[in-house]
């Protein structure tokens, strides 16, 4: 290759002087030139044919053990190969492909490195495919396919209860109830996992929300080395019209007849006004809250009427503005920069982010504050129109607060019944929806405490 050339080694023999025909011996056509007879002594034939039989046995003894090895291998490796593949009849009714037989082996192995006690992490991320999965759901069909899925027999059978209510339920509800399924989409950071082991053979975990909002959780039970959901709690959607809901509360709407959701759709005929003693606008419970009189209108004696003070968040119960009652708290939400004033007896919680804040009262009702980009950066009345496919806006609705340069701090509007509100700042880079949920009730307890709220909210 390079040049060089080499000679082939080349063995000299010595050449014997006279060749004795007993020193060649042959077989066929092949010579084989051995030790003339006459130069072997007695002794030296004999050993040497004791160790040419000693040669010829260690020889045959390996290759025999070879031979022994090699078809034990072959054997062993057909006997475990049909040993696993009749397994994976048993179990399939079909042999396993090498494709299965991989899977299966990668899930042996993971199994054996968690031991007893399974690593945590799995259930949550199997929890979060589920919810990631449902935004893919076009039907009740995609739905029940998904529940067989992720869902443990006691999921299954309280969706098989649901199932059965929405049989008989027109396109549009079953629309919108896909839509609902898919506005709950929690944050895998916003999630905590807890293990906990029921038993030797069963393990359950205990999803919770990392901001300590108490009422979500999720069971997560290991059927069959694999995770499945057993029940979910405390878990708010979003309707149509951007109003926050229960599922409960949202099957118990949309599967009415058609002349009780029409009954229910107008305004203020399914909403009864808290209870007023004094009748000054405030309900009793909204004055309990913030330190006023229910039975007395101008409780500080101040000449202002408790409603027209509050509602101009100025202090009712005293001098100075509503910041300055003892009953009233500030909250300020630092991811988004906002802030805005509730009662200090309620309690505040973030669902899945700060995106996303529940407030609630000490009945079943409850106010959420929800974020969203502006995407298009429109005017609200726009943003309306697209995001309902309304051909018009009522401009009644629209709200807006100002500052002393009369400079728009933020511009929004109402839905019909009041109790949704859309807001945009001045930049427009989010939507802010303020929902007021009633529950079961249809008491406004707090509607001018949910109005309060909107009107103090400070970009």
């Not at 060089?4 to 092949?30: C, M, T, W, Y």
């Not at 009369?406 to 109402?414: D, F, H, Q």
């Amino acid at each position: 290759m390079f040049g060089f050339k080499h000679n082939a080694a080349r063995s000299i023999a010595p050449q014997p002087a006279e060749l004795d025909p007993s020193a060649v011996e042959k077989s066929g056509n092949l010579a084989i030139h051995v030790m003339p007879q006459n130069f072997r002594s007695a002794a030296a034939r004999q050993g040497g044919k004791l160790i040419g039989a000693l040669i010829l046995a260690i020889g045959f003894i390996a290759l025999a053990g070879i031979a022994a090895a090699g078809y034990y291998f072959a054997i062993g490796q057909n006997n475990r190969a049909e040993k696993e593949n009749t397994a994976g009849i048993a179990a399939s009714g079909t042999p396993k492909s090498a494709a299965d037989q991989l899977a299966g082996l990668n899930k042996d192995l993971e199994q054996k490195g968690q031991g007893e006690e399974r690593p945590s992490g799995q259930a949550l991320e199997r929890y979060l495919k589920f919810r990631e999965d449902i935004r893919l759901v076009g039907d009740l069909e995609d739905y029940q396919t998904l529940v067989n899925n992720y869902g443990s027999p006691d999921y299954q059978g309280r969706w098989k209860a649901v199932r059965a209510k929405l049989e008989g339920a027109d396109d549009e509800v079953l629309r919108d109830f896909a839509d609902l399924l898919k506005s709950y989409y929690p944050k895998k950071e916003a999630l905590l996992e807890n293990l906990q082991e029921k038993s030797a053979n069963t393990s359950l975990a205990l999803l919770k929300m990392r901001s300590g909002y108490d009422d979500f959780s999720v069971t997560m039970s290991l059927e069959d080395s694999r995770w499945v959901v057993d029940q979910e709690a405390g878990i708010y959607y979003f309707s149509r019209n951007g109003a926050t809901t229960t599922m409960d509360d949202w099957l118990a709407g949309a599967l009415l007849p058609k002349e009780k959701q029409a009954e229910s759709a107008a305004p203020g005929k399914q909403l009864m006004p808290g209870r007023d003693e004094d009748n000054d606008g405030l309900s009793d419970k909204e004055e309990n809250l913030i330190g006023t009189d229910p039975k007395t209108a101008d409780s500080d004696g101040d000449g202002y009427g408790d409603f027209t003070e509050f509602m101009n968040l100025f202090n009712p119960a005293g001098t100075g503005k509503l910041a300055d009652n003892s009953n009233i708290s500030e909250y300020y939400n630092p991811t988004f920069g906002y802030r805005i004033l509730i009662p200090a007896a309620w309690t505040s919680e973030s669902i899945g982010g700060d995106d996303s804040i529940i407030i609630k009262t000490p009945e079943s009702q409850f106010m959420q504050v929800i974020v969203t980009p502006n995407s298009g950066r429109q005017e609200i009345e726009e943003w309306f129109k697209n995001q309902f496919n309304a051909a018009e806006v009522n401009y009644n609705s629209i709200i807006e607060k100002r500052d002393e340069a009369s400079n728009a701090v933020w511009r929004g509007m109402k839905n019909e019944s009041g109790l949704t509100v859309y807001l945009t700042g001045g930049k427009k880079e989010y939507i802010y929806t303020f929902s007021y949920n009633l529950g079961q009730s249809g008491v406004l307890d707090y509607i001018n405490i949910f109005n309060a709220m909107i009107k103090s909210l400070s970009l």
